[in-house]
């Protein structure tokens, strides 16, 4: 009896320890110029206080115009602990054409911070912004702590703006 009262608290704990981890959103997925990025690694960089993942999508008008800005914004806030990184989602079948056009748009950008391509959207889905049909609802900007853990969704990025400027 006491066994199974032992085991089954056990369960009970390790269910809430695993469900905890669900909220920590760490990716590693390749640059435009083919280097792997790991979000874990640059939180666990001793200047990091938070990053902000951008699902960007080279269709979205809004998501393309903002680039510029997030460069600004980043460059002002880097020295402070902001990392910032574009995550691009694909939105055609032909991943390889989208790719071409993806490069082609970020070659023309003047910018300081890496941009990803998630080229199977699987970092999407953990984000919940594409659905299991390969549908996204992009812009969509996240903000995670040192632990990887979101503190902050937007999909307006004046909104998200301004609270990069509260937090640092």
Same mark, same amino acid.
């Given at each position: $009896? ?5 085991? $089954?608290?056990?369960? !009970?704990?390790?269910?809430?320890? $695993?469900?905890? %981890? ?5 990716? %590693? ?36 115009? @903002?680039? @510029? ?8 806030? @880097? ?5 910032? !990184? ?37 970092? #999407?889905?953990?984000? #919940?912004?594409? %659905? ?5 609802? !992009?812009?969509?900007?996240? $903000?995670?702590?040192?632990? #990887?853990?979101?503190?902050?969704? @937007? ?14």
């Amino acid at each position: $009896m006491k066994k199974r009262f032992f085991l $089954m608290i056990a369960v !009970v704990f390790l269910s809430f320890q $695993m469900s905890g %981890d669900e909220d920590v959103k760490r990716f %590693d997925l390749y640059t435009l110029d083919d280097v792997l990025y790991s979000s874990q690694k640059e939180l666990e960089k001793n200047d990091t206080k938070i990053m902000v993942a951008d699902f960007f999508s080279i269709h979205c008008e809004p998501c393309k115009k @903002s680039i @510029s800005k997030w460069d600004e914004v980043y460059r002002k806030y @880097s020295a402070k602990g902001l990392k910032f !990184v574009v995550i691009v989602i694909p939105v055609e079948e032909d991943r390889s054409a989208e790719l071409v056009k993806i490069k082609e748009f970020f070659k023309k950008q003047k910018i300081s911070f890496p941009v990803v391509f998630d080229k199977y959207s699987i970092t #999407g889905k953990k984000f #919940g912004i594409v %659905d299991n049909n390969g549908s996204a609802v !992009v812009p969509q900007m996240f $903000m995670l702590d040192k632990t #990887g853990r979101i503190i902050f969704k @937007s999909e307006k990025h004046p909104e998200l703006i301004k609270e990069i400027e509260k937090s640092l």
